[in-house]
C-alpha cells in the first residue's frame, strides 16, 4: 500500500465527486488537484474553470491566484469575472464546484469571512470571493475542510447551504436540487440527508473511528447505517499529486520548515554583497 498524507487522502477521495464530462469550477490548493488528478485519471473529458475566467485549463502546477495564466499549459477560452457568474455559472451549466470550508453547521451553511464578531478585522479570514454564486448554482458542491470546524451556527453565513434544512433552500429561491453535496474532513467524509438535509457521517478514512468525529461536531452526528470506510490513495494518485502539487503533499508545517532555511540564506547573501 503507497503511504499518503492526509492532504492527499482528501485529494484522492474528493476527485472521485467529478465525473467524465463535468464542468468544474475549482480554486486553489486541494480543489484544483482534486480536479487535476480526476482530469489525469477517470474524467479526462472534465473541463476546469476559474473564478477569474479561465476556461478548460490544463495545468500543470497549482494557482499562485485564481487568474495564474502561468500554471496551465493552455486554456480553451478567456473571459472576465461577469462573464464566469452570468454566462456559465448562473445559466446553471456548473456541474461540480469546490470551495474550502472556515465554519460549517448541520445545515452545510459555510463561513469563509471573519470568527467571531464581523467588526473584528484580525479574526478575518480570506473572504468568500465568487463562492456564494458557485454555492448558490452549481448543481453539487464539494467542501474540503482541514483546518476548519463544525459549529451549531455559523458566525457569518457566507455561502447558504440548506438553511434551516428540508426545502428551505428551494424556498428562498435557489435552483432545485443545488446545493452542498458532501464534505471532507481529515477524518472521513459527510453528506446530507435527502429529506431533513442534515449532515450525517457517510464513510471514515482509515485509522479514524466514529467516536474521534463525534467528538469534533457539536451536535447528535447522526452515522450512516451501511458506514463505509474510504480507500486510501493508490501509488499512481499519490505520484500525481506529489508531482502536481508537492507543497500540498508536504503540509504547512513541512513547508515552513524547508523554506525558513534557503529564505536565511537568501538574507545571508544579500547581508554579504552588503
Not at 110 to 119: A, I, K, L, P, R
Request: charged content about 20%; overall charge negative.
Amino acid at each position: 500500500m503507497a503511504k499518503y498524507t492526509e492532504a492527499e487522502i482528501i485529494v484522492a477521495n474528493a476527485a472521485k465527486e467529478i465525473a467524465d464530462g463535468d464542468i468544474v469550477v475549482i480554486g486553489q490548493g486541494i480543489p484544483m488537484a482534486a480536479g487535476v488528478l480526476a482530469k489525469a485519471t477517470h474524467a479526462p473529458n472534465c473541463v476546469i474553470l476559474t473564478e477569474a475566467g479561465m476556461v478548460g485549463i490544463d495545468p500543470f502546477r497549482n494557482l499562485l491566484h485564481i487568474a495564474d495564466p502561468t500554471c496551465t499549459r493552455g486554456y480553451a477560452y478567456s473571459c472576465d469575472m461577469v462573464d464566469v457568474f452570468t454566462t456559465i455559472v448562473n445559466r446553471g451549466l456548473v456541474d461540480v464546484t469546490f470551495l474550502g470550508v472556515g465554519q460549517i453547521d448541520r445545515y452545510g451553511n459555510m463561513n469563509s469571512t471573519v470568527f467571531g464578531d464581523y467588526h473584528d478585522f484580525r479574526m478575518r479570514m480570506m473572504g468568500a470571493g465568487g463562492a456564494p454564486e458557485f454555492f448558490g448554482y452549481a448543481s453539487k458542491a464539494v467542501l474540503t475542510m482541514r483546518g476548519g470546524k463544525f459549529v451549531e451556527k455559523v458566525d457569518y453565513v457566507s455561502s447558504p447551504g440548506y438553511l434551516d434544512g428540508y426545502d428551505a433552500r428551494e424556498k428562498a429561491g435557489f435552483p432545485p436540487g443545488s446545493g452542498p453535496k458532501a464534505v471532507y474532513s481529515p477524518k472521513g467524509v459527510f453528506r446530507f440527508a435527502e429529506d431533513s438535509k442534515e449532515l450525517y457521517l457517510y464513510g471514515l478514512f482509515p485509522g479514524h473511528s466514529v467516536e474521534e468525529v463525534k467528538a469534533e461536531v457539536p451536535w447528535e452526528l447522526e452515522v450512516a447505517g451501511d458506514l463505509v470506510e474510504l480507500p486510501p490513495p493508490t501509488q499512481e494518485e499519490v505520484d500525481l499529486i506529489r508531482e502536481f502539487a508537492p507543497e500540498i503533499s508536504a503540509g504547512r508545517r513541512l513547508q515552513v520548515e524547508l523554506s525558513i532555511p534557503r529564505i536565511m540564506n537568501i538574507l545571508s547573501q544579500r547581508s554579504a554583497q552588503g
